[in-house]
């Protein structure tokens, strides 16, 4: 199929980090991008060396030679702009999470195969080396069988109350926006749990969830997950077995490396990424489109639909909806 090229829209900070990565990449190139601001199109392709950008989303959306979207919006219009690319006949990548709840997902799911076009969650974790390396790992049985898991996702966020993170009309908050990567840890070593229990806080002004505490229970494991805006944390994911234990580097879901324990001893492996780590879903993209698949095996659509329906789970139990579902 010669070269992917790419067309992104939402030209926030995600982006950014999304088309330095793109450009490491061979096979994939970064053709045209959009903003709602046609002067924020024009300086983020000058700045990135893009050679056709737009004023506004539609419009990328009609251009004869992008083969596939890369969805970098908030995420209250993801299922809108994904689905309305899918129907132009465009592939979709779309940042995580896919759909505001599983609802969304499900729409977008069926959109892709209605089209018969490429869908995949941005969910970049699953592509990382280190978190393929550990979940191989689980798989071999190195460390027994596996019956706990440790992991959170929490920094210290703005306190500006405008901005995406605080605002619930963009479906704000930490359990969309970071929650959703440590119940995807939990989801990709032990699957759908037979109970999720969770209790959160809220921000004083805005409403959204800022500091959630989770408990995944299986028949013969527990997960304790945790996400949070309010302070920083190692961010260090731990994974148990009854014959030893691998320590997931911190920032883990980035993770260039890990500790193994047994038997008492500790082995140390570093696994460097190409650029921040986004190369490796970009190159998913490329591999699966190349083969006309419309859907990547190492994160499929019915792994999105049940990571959704968790995420669902979680803030039917902290009490969190949003205005426009």
């Not at 911190?250 to 780590?277: A, D, F, I, N, Q």
């Amino acid at each position: 199929m010669g070269v992917i090229k790419f067309g992104l829209i939402g030209l926030g900070h995600i982006t950014k980090g999304f088309i330095k990565d793109l450009a490491l990449v061979e096979g994939a190139e970064a053709v045209a991008v959009a903003s709602r601001s046609l002067e924020k199109a024009r300086a983020f392709s000058a700045e990135h060396g893009v050679k056709k950008y737009y004023g506004s989303y539609a419009e990328i959306l009609e251009d004869p030679e992008v083969d596939i979207i890369y969805i970098g919006t908030p995420h209250d219009s993801h299922e809108e702009w994904s689905i309305a690319a899918m129907n132009a006949g465009k592939h979709v990548l779309c940042e995580k999470p896919m759909g505001v709840n599983c609802a969304q997902v499900e729409r977008m799911v069926e959109a892709a195969r209605k089209n018969r076009v490429f869908l995949m969650e941005a969910l970049w974790a699953r592509f990382n080396p280190t978190i393929k390396a550990c979940l191989e790992l689980v798989r071999s049985g190195v460390i027994g069988e596996v019956n706990y898991l440790n992991a959170d996702f929490a920094f210290l966020a703005t306190k500006d109350t405008g901005h995406r993170l605080l605002k619930a009309e963009l479906a704000g908050g930490t359990i969309l926006d970071i929650g959703i990567y440590p119940l995807f840890l939990a989801y990709s070593i032990f699957g759908k749990p037979k109970e999720i229990m969770a209790s959160g806080l809220f921000h004083p002004q805005t409403g959204v969830d800022i500091q959630v505490s989770m408990i995944l229970k299986y028949p013969s494991a527990m997960a304790s997950l945790y996400c949070g805006f309010v302070s920083k944390s190692d961010m260090v994911a731990r994974i148990c077995g009854t014959e030893g234990t691998i320590y997931i580097d911190g920032r883990w879901h980035e993770s260039k490396g890990y500790t193994l324990e047994r038997g008492g001893e500790m082995e140390k492996v570093s696994l460097p990424t190409l650029g921040k780590g986004l190369t490796y879903e970009i190159r998913e993209c490329i591999e699966c489109i190349s083969q006309q698949k419309m859907q990547s095996e190492l994160w499929s659509h019915q792994n999105s639909l049940d990571l959704a329906e968790m995420l669902d789970e979680v803030r039917s139990r902290v009490g969190v909806r949003y205005g426009f579902e």
